[in-house]
């Protein structure tokens, strides 16, 4: 059924599956479109077809998601090995359940459509790139457009209407304490710089994050780098070239405690990755640096709490190829540019800085003791 498919809600729906097996910052994209569909079918329990971290995450935290459960590796859908039979033994599991509608909010579909058709569904629905095979209801998958829109227009194929276009990520009195076990209660306001990426091409140099966490320091804010494993490296070199205190915060958090402290700092200064997406959607503000294809898909719009700085880099600076084509070719097996040298390091330090203590300032105002005379 084309894109011009009904957007009536389905009728006697008990149960609904959606296919959501991504990275953190994927699903907080997710979020008001699954409080919408949840408003639009309050009756519903709503299971998430995940990785393992949404379970560890997810499970038993309020929000729009009753259940988790971690879908098999298949090719395209998610990395890794499944034991013999797991995915018969999956496909099994999701017929006994008895789904109603199944949702795919994993991309194009070339890999998760066939997936989404075996959970034996009464209606699926969903995005269609030109070589996946069609849903009940469908929208086309466009690259370029904001993925909060895109998954909203998802549900919207069942007849969820908007209720919001802000993630919210629900917070829990465990990850505030698991935060505050680890680094203590400030004596200060905290900043939190995050400069690593997956995508090497996403982050913008460390001696500018540097630059900017100095800046923060002399304006009386205590500074922490935060990043995983595999960006300890990183994280290091920020601290180093810092003139002032930085304190590195790396693989001593879980997501939840992150997102603890995220909501208990002033502020974050984060290349586009997950923990950007995750300050935003706890409530802080935050300062992004992103590259202009990513503006256009993961950039909120409000500018009040949240600024965007823009890379206009589109030509790799390693051979000249166009990269607003060819999104990722070395992933894809595309024919186009397969170097990796940072897509932003052209956003000017003192432009981030002026946008960095600006929120900073802002923080400390509205943060400032009332005048005795006006509480």
Known sequence: MPASTSLDLVPDVRKIVVLRANALGDYIFTLPALYSLKAAYPDAEVTLLGAPWHTRVLSG??????????????????????????????????????????????GGGRNSNPLVGQLGARVTAGLRAPDAP?????????????????????VGLVGATPVTHTPVFEL?????????????????????????????????????FAAVGDALAAAGAEVLVTGVGAERATVDEVCARMSRDARPVVDELTIPGLAGLLAESALLVSNDTGPLHLAAAVGTRSVGLFWIGNMINAALPERSRHRALISWTIHCPECGEDCTRDIYPARAGGAGCRHTPSFVADIPAVEVEAEVLELFAAYRAESAPAPAGNR
């Open 61 to 106: 935290r309020p929000g729009p998601i009753d259940h988790v459960a971690v879908v098999p590796a298949v090719p395209g859908v998610r990395d890794g090995d499944s034991p013999p039979g797991e995915l018969d033994a999956f496909r099994r599991w999701a017929a006994g359940e008895g789904f109603d509608l199944a949702l795919q909010m994993h």
């Open 134 to 154: 069609p849903l009940d209801r469908w929208i086309p998958y466009v690259y370029y457009q904001p993925e909060v829109f895109r998954m909203l227009e998802v």
């Open 172 to 208: 829990t009195d465990s990850d505030r304490a698991e935060y505050r076990a680890v680094l203590g209660v400030p004596d200060r306001p905290r900043v939190v710089l995050h400069p690593g990426a997956t995508d090497p091409r996403r982050r913008w140099p460390a001696e500018r």
